[in-house]
C-alpha cells in the first residue's frame, strides 16, 4: 500500500510539470505585447518606464528562462506580486483559499449526501413513480445553468426572505454559524450539476451491481435486502461513482468562478475573474496554478481511495 | 393439471416424507415479447440423502426451476404462477418473505456456475462466509470467521487461516467453487440445490469438487438436486433423473434406466449425442435443430419438431407425464420401447455399456469411482 502511494507521489512530477506548462503557455502566450496592455492608453508610455517594466517581469528574457524564472519561484512558495496592488500573490490566495475550500466541500457533502441515496433509491424502485420523479428530476438538475439559479436564487432569497443574509459574506473566524449558514444556498447552487450526474451514475452501477450473481448468491445466503444493498451491492458500485466525483472537482472548481461572482463571496475564482479584468497577471497565473494543483492532488487521494474500495487493485 | 395424474415415479419409494417435493410448478416470465413459460408444469421429488440430476439444454427450464425453489427468481419479470414447492411438507411458494430468508442458506443452499462471479470481489472470504453464521446462527463478527475458517479446513483448503482473509481473485478457481460449497454447507442444510457446479472449472478440479460434494452430501444424508447438461456427472452423481424440455420434464427415472432404456427421444437424442471411446470413430451425433422459442411453444408435443419420431398427432396433442415402466415416466405418445441401442436405427455403436463406459472415461467420472470414502480432514 505504501508502495502504491509512493509511486503514485512519484507520478505527480510529471502531471504537475505539464499543469505548470500550461498554465504559463495560456497565460503568457496572448498575442500583442502584455506590457503595452498593462500599461493601457493613460499611462505615459515612456520608453523607458516599459523597459523597466519589461525587465521587473523578466521579459527581456528568452521564453524558456521566464517559464523557469516562475516555476523556480513558484516551487520557493513565491508566485510574485499583484502588478495592481504590489500585495504577494500567495498571501491573496491562502486569504481567500478557505472560502473556496468551504464552498467545495459543502458542494461534495451535497453531492454525498443527497446524490448517491438518492441514485441507490431510484435502481432499487426501478420504474416504478420514485424511480421516474427521481430520473425526471435529474435530469433538470443537470441542464440548469449555473448561473440561471444562482440569479433566481439570490433573487428569491433577497425578495423573500429579507432578513437572511445570502450577499453578506461572514468570515468563519468571526461567526462560524453564519458564515456557513451564508454559504449553503451558494453550495448546493455549486453543487446541483454534479450532484444531479451522480444520481444518475449511482442509480446506473447500483443497477449493474443488482443483477450480478454474487448479489444472487448474498439472497441465497438468506440475508434481508437492507444487508444486500449496504454490504454487497454499495460497495461495489461506489467505485466507478468515486472515480467521477474527483473528476468532478474540477468541474465544481470550474464553477467556482460564477458562484462566487454572483453571490459576491471573496474567494479565489473571484479573484481569478478580477485579474482578468484588470489584467493583473501574475495573479491570474497563481491563481489557476493553484487551482490546477489542487485538482491534481484530489485526484491522487481518489487514487489511494480507490485502492481501499476495490482490493483487485495491484499495488 | 392441477392434480397429477399419474404418481410420481418416487412414491414408490420409501414412504418417508420426501425432503422436496415440487408439484405442478409453472414459473413464467412476463416479458415485452410476451409470456416465456421457462418452467411449465413441473413434479419432482428428493427424498433424504438421494441425488436428482435435472439435465436438458439451456433454456429448457432447469436453472429456473433451481431459483424457484429458491424463491430467488427475479420478478418483475418472473413469477411462480402457480405449483407447490414442499419442503418437508411446507409450502414455501406459500411464505413471506421474512419465513423464505430463515430458510435460505440455512434449511436450502445453493451453489452457482461460476464462483468467481458468485463471490463478492471486494470482501473477504472469510467474511462471506462468516455472513451465513451471523445471519443464521448470530453468531459475533470474529465467532463467524473462526466457523468459516473451520469450515474451509473442512472442505480440505490449505492454510484455511490465511484464506479467510483473501479476496476471491486471490483463490484458484476450484477453491473458490470449495469456499462456495463451504458456504453452502455451513447451516448443514437439507437441501443442497448445485446449478451447474463445475461447468466453470477446468476439467482436472471438476472431478475433486463433485467427489467433495458428492461426499458431504453423504455424510449429512443432504438431499441434492444437481443440475447439469454434462450425462457424464449424471451417470456418476445421481440416483434419479429428470430430463427437462422446455420447461417440462420429458422423462423421469432412475439413473440405469435412463441410460440403458430412455423412453423419450429427446433422452435418447442426449445419450446419442455423447462422445464415446472405442467403437467406430463416427462424426459426433447430435441433435438437430434448436430448442423451441417459449414464447412461441407449438401446440403439441414442443419436442415434435425436432423429433425423428414425430407423428401428425404429437404435432396437435401435448402428451402427458405417463409411466411407461416402473420407476419410469415419459411424456411422449410414441415412446421408445427397446434398449438403447435398439433404437439407434442404422448407427453402428457398439453396445450400451461401451455408450455409459465411453461417457466415464474422463478423468471426472474416474476419479469419482475411485473416491476415497472419507478424505482427511473431511467435513464434520
Redesign the interface.
Known amino acids: 500500500m505504501l508502495r502504491y502511494i509512493l509511486l503514485r507521489l512519484l507520478g505527480l512530477v510529471p502531471v504537475l510539470f505539464g499543469v505548470s506548462v500550461l498554465v504559463f503557455v495560456a497565460i503568457w502566450v496572448i498575442p500583442g505585447d502584455i506590457v503595452d496592455i498593462m500599461m493601457g492608453d493613460e499611462v505615459a508610455q515612456s520608453e523607458k518606464a516599459m523597459q523597466r517594466l519589461r525587465a521587473q517581469l523578466n521579459l527581456d528574457q528568452p521564453i524558456w528562462m521566464r517559464y523557469l524564472l516562475w516555476v523556480g519561484n513558484a516551487l520557493r512558495g513565491d508566485l510574485g506580486v499583484s502588478m495592481i496592488s504590489g500585495e504577494p500573490v500567495l498571501d491573496q490566495i491562502l486569504e481567500r483559499a478557505p472560502v473556496n475550500l468551504q464552498l467545495v466541500l459543502i458542494a461534495m457533502v451535497f453531492i454525498i449526501v443527497i446524490g448517491i441515496p438518492l441514485g441507490t433509491l431510484a435502481a432499487y424502485k426501478q420504474f416504478t413513480w420514485v424511480d421516474n420523479s427521481i430520473r425526471v428530476g435529474a435530469i433538470f438538475g443537470y441542464v440548469i445553468p449555473n448561473f440561471w439559479l444562482a440569479t433566481i436564487a439570490v433573487l428569491i432569497v433577497s425578495l423573500y426572505f429579507p432578513r437572511a443574509t445570502v450577499l453578506d459574506y461572514v468570515p468563519f473566524s468571526k461567526d462560524p454559524i453564519a458564515n456557513i449558514k451564508g454559504l449553503l444556498i451558494p453550495g448546493f447552487v455549486l453543487a446541483l450539476t454534479t450532484l444531479s450526474y451522480i444520481v444518475r451514475l449511482t442509480r446506473s452501477t447500483v443497477l449493474d451491481t443488482l443483477r450480478l450473481d454474487y448479489v444472487r448468491t448474498a439472497r441465497a445466503k438468506g440475508l434481508g435486502e437492507r444487508v444486500v444493498m449496504s454490504t454487497h451491492v454499495l460497495k461495489n458500485s461506489l467505485i466507478p461513482v468515486v472515480t467521477v466525483l474527483g473528476i468532478q472537482v474540477g468541474v465544481l472548481i470550474g464553477g467556482l468562478v460564477l458562484t462566487e461572482e454572483v453571490f459576491m463571496l471573496p474567494g479565489i475564482g473571484r479573484m481569478i475573474l478580477l485579474s482578468i479584468e484588470a489584467r493583473d497577471f501574475m495573479v491570474l497565473a497563481g491563481g489557476v496554478l493553484f487551482l490546477g494543483v489542487v485538482f491534481v492532488l484530489v485526484n491522487l487521494v481518489i487514487d489511494i481511495l480507490y485502492a481501499f474500495l476495490d482490493p483487485r487493485i495491484t499495488y | 393439471m392441477s392434480e397429477n395424474p399419474v404418481p410420481p415415479a418416487a412414491a414408490a419409494a420409501p414412504a418417508e416424507l420426501p425432503v422436496l417435493r415440487i408439484r405442478d410448478l409453472r414459473t413464467h416470465f412476463f416479458t415485452g415479447q410476451g409470456v416465456v413459460k421457462a418452467v411449465d408444469g413441473v413434479d419432482l421429488e428428493v427424498h433424504k440423502g438421494e441425488v436428482l440430476g435435472i439435465v436438458g439444454e439451456s433454456g429448457s427450464g432447469k436453472s429456473v426451476t433451481a431459483l424457484s425453489i ?1 424463491q ?1 427468481v427475479a420478478s418483475p419479470p418472473g413469477r411462480i404462477v402457480s405449483g407447490r414447492i414442499e419442503l418437508d411438507g411446507l409450502d414455501m411458494v406459500k411464505l413471506d418473505a ?1 419465513a423464505m ?6 434449511r436450502i ?2 451453489i ?1 456456475q ?1 464462483p468467481l ?7 473477504r472470504i472469510g467474511f462471506q462466509l462468516g ?2 453464521f451471523r ?2 446462527l448470530g453468531l459475533e463478527k470474529r465467532q463467524a470467521v473462526t466457523e468459516a475458517e473451520r469450515m474451509l479446513r473442512a472442505m480440505d483448503i490449505p492454510s484455511p487461516a490465511t484464506r479467510v482473509r483473501n ?1 476471491p ?1 486471490q483463490l484458484s478457481g476450484g477453491m473458490r467453487q470449495r469456499a ?1 460449497i463451504a ?1 453452502a454447507l455451513s447451516c448443514k442444510p437439507e437441501l443442497l440445490i448445485a446449478d451447474e457446479p463445475t461447468t466453470a472449472l477446468d476439467v482436472t478440479v471438476q472431478a475433486q469438487v463433485l467427489n467433495l460434494m458428492k461426499q458431504v452430501c453423504r455424510e449429512h444424508r443432504t438431499a441434492l438436486v444437481l443440475i447439469t447438461h454434462d450425462m457424464g456427472v449424471i451417470a456418476n452423481m445421481c440416483e434419479r433423473v429428470a430430463v427437462m424440455y422446455a420447461g417440462k420434464v420429458v422423462e423421469y427415472t432412475d439413473v440405469r434406466t435412463l441410460f440403458r432404456r430412455p423412453g423419450h427421444p429427446y433422452a435418447a437424442g442426449l445419450l446419442r449425442s455423447l462422445p464415446r471411446l472405442g467403437g467406430n470413430a463416427r462424426r459426433l451425433q447430435s441433435i438437430e435443430g434448436q430448442p423451441p422459442r417459449l414464447t412461441r411453444l407449438p401446440p403439441g408435443c414442443a419436442y415434435a419438431p425436432r423429433c425423428p419420431r414425430a407423428q401428425p398427432r404429437c404435432r396437435e396433442e401435448a402428451p402427458e407425464l405417463v409411466r411407461l415402466r416402473p420407476g419410469q415416466e415419459v411424456r411422449c405418445h410414441f415412446p421408445l420401447e427397446g434398449s438403447l441401442e435398439g433404437s439407434l436405427q442404422g448407427s453402428p455403436q457398439g453396445p450400451l455399456e461401451g455408450a455409459l463406459e465411453g461417457s466415464l472415461h474422463r478423468p471426472i467420472p474416474a476419479a469419482l469411482h475411485a473416491a476415497p470414502n472419507a478424505a482427511p480432514g473431511a467435513a464434520r
Do not use: Q, T, W
Open positions: 429458491m430467488l421474512a430468508r430463515r430458510i435460505r442458506g440455512k443452499s445453493m452457482f461460476d462471479a458468485s463471490l463478492n470481489p471486494v470482501l455472513e451465513v445471519h443464521h479476496y481473485h462456495m458456504m
